[in-house]
Every structure is written in structure tokens, then in C-alpha cells.
């Protein structure tokens, strides 16, 4: 069991680490979305199946996804290109291989892992939507609150003035 | 929830209630003088409605809040600042184009935050008040988006506080995972039979790094003039007051849950932390020449003298805190005004150079600033005067020399370039001032200057309140 632990971690040490010192911010994310998964390994075998599955579908699903999107949106038109350059094998061989280890545990830890061992009782999702909505209900709603003042700034600090440009200064830059 | 826990949370729920009244408003129609009327509207009743709240004190509505009279008191503290900040805001962005009205959702948002910590007894709700609290702060501070140096404050504060906060939540898991327990109580109780153990030291280090970030202690001080300087005039405002006074009062309500002053190891690391913030803020401020950035250094040194009260471990000390958190908060919204009242569209008046000569051609605003500026540096017939005395005596009745000592020593070095905004005020300038302060600036002026004299002059009145208040249950 300690030899999973220590390969998991080591994976997401050297992920955190990759994603910190990488310039480029597609490969910063992919390495950021692996240490993620890795942590959700850990989170599996420590006995919370319900936490590792959150962070692999909150975590490594939706939020890095759209991270990934968004800087891939911003450079429209050049999509092809910044594929080609991007996708080097070079760049995807290390998460390519750091991942494989973790699948490697994962296949089996299924297999083999036992949870009795480790811990007294496994929380369910049930459980956790009971103690949120009774015991933690105004936690909840401050939470609430609080996004809705990211969603406001967000909207305050992104928008941006129509620029108006002459329509020739706009064909060239389509072109 | 029964009727008693609605009753009690009354404030809170008013204040949370008031931006999405305004947002669904905005759908409709702007109108920047109806959002303002509402915003008053909504923190006077808010403050209204905590004299509902009184009579059932101390109540818990477990586990996350707690009504007791310090959080009452407190509470009442934050919501007349967010009231006059408020004020403030509608002057200083009445002669900004664009829109305004999101302004005031996010300042309603933030105070919530402030209301949360205030009122919070266990970590869950420590660390979302505190982060309802940054993340609004982080819009408001980078609000003016067409200024450079607001983009960049706002940067700085998202990074720096996004650390702090990463500290923060280790230290809380690390005391959690060695206690078994998030509740402030429940951790005491668990202290006192287990002692201090490495793991512990290490969560409560990592805790103390989170909160001196949002404090601007000294080893964690270096956002604070930057964001001070490129935040506008009455957001600086907001975060020396109602955020750090929000966070300061969960830091004294946990040290004192927990009694922090007991173990050793916390005692020097705090005193350490303490003197070094008195030092490094005042020297720092004597070369300043941008007046944002000198009151950034002096809220340094006077969160350092803060600091001491949670060393002191008696009720006595938790007094010193309030009055003096009260007369801090009078005082630099004080200051604050005066820079929001004299900026101009482009920028704030925050030069010294700006202030130049304004005895001559403005005496009115020139007192005020004047009188604000030496209730900082605690002359007597002042409000600081009387909150330094206090924090003292606290001081030294625990007997805490050397922190009473470094208080007194910093104050005469703090003087210098207190008094140098004073001399430049008075010297004579050719420069041309074209002033029309508006009815509601003057009015918060006066309700200052009041306070200020009347804390320095009867300071019985407040320290009656405050010592059948100041109970942390």
C-alpha cells in the first residue's frame, strides 16, 4: 500500500513541480491536470473514493478543460498551427508516461484494494449532500454569495469597450 | 434553523440580500443615485438590526457562527465604516464614466465577508468569510480598470492573497488533522490535554503566515503599499478598516478560544512578529513622499501595535482591541475621505505635493486631515491618544515590557512624518485649487471630526460600551 502512496505522490510532486517551471501555458495545465489526477489516486486509496471521483470530475474535468479551452481560444485563426507546435512529441511524453503510472495503480488498486483495511467507514455522496444541506446549509450559501461576486468581476473586469476600427484595419488583421 | 437563529442572523441576511436586490435592479435599469440610496438604505438597516440581535446574546447557531457582544460590537463597527465608505465611494466615482453600479454590489459582497469573520467560530466559515472578503476586495482594488496602477494592485493583491490563503488552509488542516476538530472551543479543549505538539506548532505557524499576509505583518508586508497606492481612495480605505479589522477580530477571538497566549512558542514568535511590524512600518514611512503609501506603512506599524492584545490573554486586552480598532477605523476612514473628497478624475490627490498649500485655500479640509493625521501619531485630546494609553496599560497589566516599550519608542519615531504632512499642509503653495465639496462629503467630514474629539475628549462613553461588550463566550 506505502509503495503506491510513494509512487502517486512522487507523480504529483514532480507534476506540481513541471506545471510551476513550464513557459508554456498548454503544457503548464496538462502537467497541472495530471498532478490533480494523482492527488485523486491518493484520495482513493486513503479511502475516500467519493473526494478522489469530485477532483477528477470538478477538478481535472470541468475546470482544466475550460482553462484549456479558453487559452486555446485566444488565439483564433491559428488554430492548426499552434496544434502542430504544440503537440510535439517531445512535449507529451513525459505527462504521457507520468500518466501511464498512475492508470498502472489505478487498474490495480481496483483490482486488488481492499477498503476495510484502511478506514472505518467510506463517506457517500449521500452522506456528504445530507451534512450540506442541514448541519452546513449556511456554509453553502455564503459559498453562494461568494461566487456570485466572482461572476460580477469577473464580468466587470473582462468586459472591454467596443473598439471601433476602420473595416480596412480589420481585413488585415483577418488576414 | 428555528425562528431565534433567523432572528439572529437578521444583519447578515440583510446584507446578503442587498446585491441581488441592486443586481436584479441593474437588469432593469441603471441608475447610479437609486443604487447609492439603496446601499444606505440597506447598511443603516442592517445596523438597525442588530439591536434585535442584542437581546439574545451570546447565541450559537451551531456550528459555524456565533452572536456574542464582541461579534455584536463588531459588527455594529463594520457597518457604520461600510456606511460611510459608501458615501465616500459615491463622491469619488461621481466624476467616473462607466458603470458604476457593480461597485456597490461588490462592496455589499464584501462586507458580507466581514460579517462572516466577525461572527465565525470554526473553520468553515473563518475560511469562507475570509475568502467572500478577498475575492470581492480583489474586484473592488483593480475596479478602475482604465488606470495602470489599478490593474497591477489588483494582481498583486489576487497573487499574494491567493497564498496566503493556500498558508492558511494548510495550517487549519494540519490543526485539524492533529486535533480532530474544526470547532475554536473544541480545539482549546483539545490543546490543553494534548500540549503543543510539533504538528500543531507548524499548523498554528502556517495560520500565523496567512493571517499576517492579511494583515500585513512584517515579514508579509510587501503587497501593502503597492495595493494601497493603486486601489482607489475609498477601497484603501475599506481594506485598512473593515478587512483588517475583520481580520483581526477572528484572530483574537481564535488565539483567545484556543489561549495562545499560554504556550511559549507562539508567545515569541508573535512578540517577534510584533515588534518587527512597529520598526520596519515606521521606519519605512519616514522617506515616503506619496501619502497612500505612508499611511500604508503606518497601518504596518499600527497592526503591530494591535498585536499585543492578543498577547495579552484578559478581557482588559480584548477592551484595548475594540477601542482601539474603533478610534483606527474613525481615524483612517478620516484620512481616506480627505484623499477620495480631493481626487480628481485621472487620479488621486496622493502626493504630498497635492496637499501643498491646502491650509491657505481650503482650512476646513486642511483640519480634518490635520486632525486625522495626529490621532494616528496619538497626541492627547485625540482618539488615538486614548487607544494607545489603553493598548499600553493592557500591556504592561500582563506584563509585557518589552512590547509596551517598542509601542512608545515607535510612536516618537512615528511622529516625524506624521508631522511632516501636517508642515506641508501649512506651507504656502501658488499652486491653484479648484475645490466644490459637496454637501454629504462635508456632512461625513463633520460626523468624523466629531468622533475623533469626542473618543479623545469622553472616551468614558465608548469604554462603558465596550466593557459590558467585550465578552468573547
Given at each position: 500500500?506505502?509503495?503506491?502512496?510513494?509512487?502517486?505522490?512522487?507523480?504529483?510532486?514532480?507534476?506540481?513541480?513541471?506545471?510551476?517551471?513550464?513557459?508554456?501555458?498548454?503544457?503548464?495545465?496538462?502537467?497541472?491536470?495530471?498532478?490533480?489526477?494523482?492527488?485523486?489516486?491518493?484520495?482513493?486509496?486513503?479511502?475516500?473514493?467519493?473526494?478522489?471521483?469530485?477532483?477528477?470530475?470538478?477538478?481535472?474535468?470541468?475546470?482544466?478543460?475550460?482553462?484549456?479551452?479558453?487559452?486555446?481560444?485566444?488565439?483564433?485563426?491559428?488554430?492548426?498551427?499552434?496544434?502542430?507546435?504544440?503537440?510535439?512529441?517531445?512535449?507529451?511524453?513525459?505527462?504521457?508516461?507520468?500518466?501511464?503510472?498512475?492508470?498502472?495503480?489505478?487498474?490495480?488498486?481496483?483490482?486488488?484494494?481492499?477498503?476495510?483495511?484502511?478506514?472505518?467507514?467510506?463517506?457517500?455522496?449521500?452522506?456528504?449532500?445530507?451534512?450540506?444541506?442541514?448541519?452546513?446549509?449556511?456554509?453553502?450559501?455564503?459559498?453562494?454569495?461568494?461566487?456570485?461576486?466572482?461572476?460580477?468581476?469577473?464580468?466587470?473586469?473582462?468586459?472591454?469597450?467596443?473598439?471601433?476600427?476602420?473595416?480596412?484595419?480589420?481585413?488585415?488583421?483577418?488576414? | 434553523?428555528?425562528?431565534?437563529?433567523?432572528?439572529?442572523?437578521?444583519?447578515?441576511?440583510?446584507?446578503?440580500?442587498?446585491?441581488?436586490?441592486?443586481?436584479?435592479?441593474?437588469?432593469?435599469?441603471?441608475?447610479?443615485?437609486?443604487?447609492?440610496?439603496?446601499?444606505?438604505?440597506?447598511?443603516?438597516?442592517?445596523?438597525?438590526?442588530?439591536?434585535?440581535?442584542?437581546?439574545?446574546?451570546?447565541?450559537?447557531?451551531?456550528?459555524?457562527?456565533?452572536?456574542?457582544?464582541?461579534?455584536?460590537?463588531?459588527?455594529?463597527?463594520?457597518?457604520?465604516?461600510?456606511?460611510?465608505?459608501?458615501?465616500?465611494?459615491?463622491?469619488?466615482?461621481?466624476?467616473?464614466?462607466?458603470?458604476?453600479?457593480?461597485?456597490?454590489?461588490?462592496?455589499?459582497?464584501?462586507?458580507?465577508?466581514?460579517?462572516?469573520?466577525?461572527?465565525?467560530?470554526?473553520?468553515?466559515?473563518?475560511?469562507?468569510?475570509?475568502?467572500?472578503?478577498?475575492?470581492?476586495?480583489?474586484?473592488?482594488?483593480?475596479?478602475?480598470?482604465?488606470?495602470?496602477?489599478?490593474?497591477?494592485?489588483?494582481?498583486?493583491?489576487?497573487?499574494?492573497?491567493?497564498?496566503?490563503?493556500?498558508?492558511?488552509?494548510?495550517?487549519?488542516?494540519?490543526?485539524?488533522?492533529?486535533?480532530?476538530?474544526?470547532?475554536?472551543?473544541?480545539?482549546?479543549?483539545?490543546?490543553?490535554?494534548?500540549?503543543?505538539?510539533?504538528?500543531?506548532?507548524?499548523?498554528?505557524?502556517?495560520?500565523?503566515?496567512?493571517?499576517?499576509?492579511?494583515?500585513?505583518?512584517?515579514?508579509?508586508?510587501?503587497?501593502?503599499?503597492?495595493?494601497?497606492?493603486?486601489?482607489?481612495?475609498?477601497?484603501?480605505?475599506?481594506?485598512a478598516t473593515i478587512s483588517k479589522g475583520a481580520v483581526l477580530a477572528i484572530a483574537i477571538r481564535?488565539?483567545?478560544?484556543?489561549?495562545?497566549?499560554?504556550?511559549?512558542?507562539?508567545?515569541?514568535?508573535?512578540?517577534?512578529?510584533?515588534?518587527?511590524?512597529?520598526?520596519?512600518?515606521?521606519?519605512?514611512?519616514?522617506?515616503?513622499?506619496?501619502?497612500?503609501?505612508?499611511?500604508?506603512?503606518?497601518?504596518?506599524?499600527?497592526?503591530?501595535?494591535?498585536?499585543?492584545?492578543?498577547?495579552?490573554?484578559?478581557?482588559?486586552?480584548?477592551?484595548?482591541?475594540?477601542?482601539?480598532?474603533?478610534?483606527?477605523?474613525?481615524?483612517?476612514?478620516?484620512?481616506?475621505?480627505?484623499?477620495?473628497?480631493?481626487?480628481?478624475?485621472?487620479?488621486?490627490?496622493?502626493?504630498?505635493?497635492?496637499?501643498?498649500?491646502?491650509?491657505?485655500?481650503?482650512?476646513?479640509?486642511?483640519?480634518?486631515?490635520?486632525?486625522?493625521?495626529?490621532?494616528?501619531?496619538?497626541?492627547?485630546?485625540?482618539?488615538?491618544?486614548?487607544?494607545?494609553?489603553?493598548?499600553?496599560?493592557?500591556?504592561?497589566?500582563?506584563?509585557?515590557?518589552?512590547?509596551?516599550?517598542?509601542?512608545?519608542?515607535?510612536?516618537?519615531?512615528?511622529?516625524?512624518?506624521?508631522?511632516?504632512?501636517?508642515?506641508?499642509?501649512?506651507?504656502?503653495?501658488?499652486?491653484?485649487?479648484?475645490?466644490?465639496?459637496?454637501?454629504?462629503?462635508?456632512?461625513?467630514?463633520?460626523?468624523?471630526?466629531?468622533?475623533?474629539?469626542?473618543?479623545?475628549?469622553?472616551?468614558?462613553?465608548?469604554?462603558?460600551?465596550?466593557?459590558?461588550?467585550?465578552?468573547?463566550?
Amino acid at each position: 500500500m506505502n509503495t503506491i502512496f510513494y509512487i502517486a505522490g512522487g507523480v504529483a510532486i514532480i507534476s506540481s513541480l513541471l506545471a510551476i517551471t513550464n513557459r508554456n501555458a498548454i503544457h503548464a495545465l496538462l502537467y497541472l491536470i495530471l498532478s490533480l489526477l494523482s492527488i485523486s489516486v491518493i484520495f482513493y486509496i486513503l479511502g475516500a473514493p467519493f473526494s478522489a471521483a469530485l477532483e477528477v470530475i470538478v477538478y481535472a474535468g470541468a475546470i482544466m478543460v475550460l482553462f484549456i479551452f479558453v487559452v486555446m481560444m485566444l488565439n483564433i485563426g491559428l488554430e492548426e498551427e499552434q496544434e502542430n507546435k504544440w503537440l510535439t512529441p517531445r512535449m507529451w511524453i513525459v505527462p504521457s508516461i507520468l500518466a501511464l503510472a498512475l492508470l498502472i495503480i489505478f487498474i490495480y488498486v481496483l483490482k486488488e484494494f481492499q477498503f476495510e483495511k484502511t478506514t472505518a467507514d467510506i463517506i457517500g455522496p449521500k452522506q456528504v449532500g445530507i451534512k450540506m444541506f442541514t448541519k452546513y446549509l449556511l456554509a453553502v450559501e455564503i459559498s453562494a454569495i461568494l461566487l456570485l461576486a466572482g461572476i460580477i468581476g469577473g464580468y466587470h473586469l473582462g468586459k472591454q469597450k467596443k473598439k471601433v476600427l476602420h473595416r480596412f484595419i480589420d481585413n488585415i488583421r483577418k488576414i | 434553523m428555528t425562528r431565534l437563529d433567523f432572528l439572529c442572523l437578521t444583519p447578515l441576511m440583510i446584507v446578503a440580500s442587498a446585491p441581488i436586490i441592486i443586481m436584479l435592479t441593474i437588469t432593469l435599469s441603471r441608475n447610479y443615485k437609486v443604487v447609492y440610496g439603496f446601499s444606505l438604505f440597506m447598511f443603516l438597516a442592517a445596523f438597525l438590526s442588530l439591536f434585535i440581535v442584542l437581546p439574545n446574546t451570546p447565541y450559537r447557531i451551531a456550528p459555524l457562527f456565533i452572536f456574542d457582544n464582541f461579534s455584536i460590537l463588531l459588527l455594529g463597527a463594520i457597518y457604520c465604516a461600510s456606511f460611510i465608505i459608501t458615501v465616500l465611494s459615491y463622491i469619488y466615482l461621481n466624476h467616473q464614466g462607466g458603470e458604476r453600479e457593480e461597485y456597490f454590489i461588490i462592496l455589499f459582497v464584501a462586507t458580507l465577508g466581514a460579517s462572516v469573520l466577525v461572527t465565525a467560530n470554526h473553520f468553515i466559515s473563518f475560511f469562507l468569510g475570509l475568502e467572500t472578503l478577498s475575492i470581492s476586495l480583489y474586484v473592488l482594488v483593480a475596479y478602475l480598470k482604465n488606470r495602470n496602477y489599478c490593474i497591477e494592485a489588483g494582481v498583486k493583491f489576487l497573487v499574494i492573497a491567493s497564498v496566503a490563503t493556500a498558508f492558511l488552509l494548510f495550517g487549519m488542516g494540519l490543526i485539524y488533522a492533529s486535533t480532530g476538530t474544526m470547532d475554536f472551543k473544541e480545539i482549546g479543549v483539545s490543546l490543553t490535554s494534548s500540549g503543543l505538539t510539533p504538528l500543531l506548532v507548524a499548523g498554528f505557524g502556517m495560520m500565523l503566515v496567512g493571517i499576517g499576509f492579511k494583515l500585513a505583518l512584517v515579514p508579509f508586508h510587501m503587497w501593502t503599499p503597492d495595493v494601497y497606492q493603486g486601489a482607489p481612495a475609498p477601497v484603501t480605505g475599506f481594506i485598512a478598516t473593515i478587512s483588517k479589522g475583520a481580520v483581526l477580530a477572528i484572530a483574537i477571538r481564535f488565539f483567545f478560544d484556543v489561549h495562545g497566549y499560554q504556550y511559549t512558542a507562539l508567545v515569541i514568535i508573535i512578540t517577534i512578529i510584533s515588534v518587527l511590524s512597529m520598526f520596519t512600518g515606521n521606519l519605512l514611512a519616514l522617506k515616503q513622499t506619496n501619502l497612500k503609501r505612508l499611511l500604508a506603512y503606518s497601518s504596518i506599524a499600527h497592526l503591530g501595535y494591535l498585536l499585543i492584545t492578543l498577547l495579552t490573554g484578559t478581557s482588559y486586552g480584548i477592551q484595548a482591541a475594540v477601542f482601539y480598532l474603533v478610534s483606527y477605523m474613525i481615524t483612517t476612514l478620516g484620512a481616506f475621505g480627505v484623499i477620495s473628497i480631493l481626487s480628481i478624475c485621472e487620479r488621486d490627490a496622493e502626493d504630498l505635493e497635492d496637499l501643498k498649500g491646502l491650509f491657505w485655500k481650503n482650512p476646513w479640509i486642511a483640519i480634518v486631515m490635520s486632525l486625522t493625521v495626529l490621532s494616528l501619531a496619538g497626541i492627547p485630546l485625540t482618539a488615538g491618544f486614548i487607544a494607545k494609553f489603553y493598548l499600553v496599560l493592557a500591556g504592561l497589566k500582563s506584563g509585557l515590557w518589552v512590547l509596551a516599550i517598542s509601542l512608545i519608542l515607535n510612536t516618537v519615531i512615528s511622529l516625524y512624518y506624521y508631522l511632516r504632512v501636517i508642515k506641508t499642509m501649512f506651507t504656502v503653495s501658488e499652486k491653484d485649487y479648484k475645490l466644490n465639496i459637496s454637501f454629504t462629503g462635508n456632512l461625513v467630514l463633520v460626523i468624523i471630526v466629531i468622533g475623533i474629539l469626542f473618543l479623545g475628549i469622553l472616551p468614558s462613553f465608548l469604554t462603558e460600551i465596550i466593557s459590558g461588550f467585550s465578552t468573547i463566550n
